[in-house]
C-alpha cells in the first residue's frame, strides 16, 4: 500500500525559499510517476511538477524557472524547491503518486505553503 508522508510546508516572504519533501513509506510500483499539485481557496487542484521514473520532469508554466523537482530512487521520495516564491504560490501542496499499469492514483495529506509578508 502506498503511503505519502510530506514535510516542509510553511509561512515565507515573497521572494523567500522552501522545500518540500515527500517519501512512500509503503509499497510501489514498479513504473511510477510522483509530482506536486496545490490547491488554493477557491481554486482547482493543479500540477506544479512531475517527474517519471525514467527522470521527465514536466512544470506548469506559472513555476518554470523558479521550482526544481528532484527524486530519490533509493529512499522512494521527491521533492520541490520553491524559490522566489510568489504571495500567488499560496495553496495547500500535495504529492502525488501515478501507476500507470494499475492507473493507481495516490495522494499525501497535504502541507500548507504561506507566502505573505
Known amino acids: 500500500q502506498v503511503q505519502l508522508v510530506e514535510s516542509g510546508g510553511g509561512l515565507v516572504q515573497p521572494g523567500g525559499s522552501l522545500t518540500l519533501s515527500c517519501a512512500n513509506v509503503g509499497s510501489i510500483c514498479r513504473i511510477y510517476r510522483m509530482g506536486w499539485y496545490r490547491q488554493a481557496p477557491g481554486k482547482q487542484r493543479e500540477s506544479v511538477a512531475t517527474i517519471s521514473n525514467s527522470g521527465i520532469l514536466n512544470y506548469s508554466d506559472a513555476v518554470k524557472g523558479r521550482f526544481t523537482i528532484s527524486r530519490d530512487a533509493d529512499k522512494n521520495a521527491v521533492y520541490v524547491e520553491m524559490n522566489s516564491l510568489k504571495p500567488e504560490d499560496t495553496a495547500v501542496y500535495y504529492c502525488?503518486?501515478?501507476?500507470?499499469?494499475?492507473?493507481?492514483?495516490?495522494w499525501g495529506q497535504g502541507t500548507q505553503v504561506t507566502v505573505s509578508s
Open positions: 502525488n503518486l501515478y501507476c500507470p499499469v494499475t492507473s493507481g492514483d495516490y
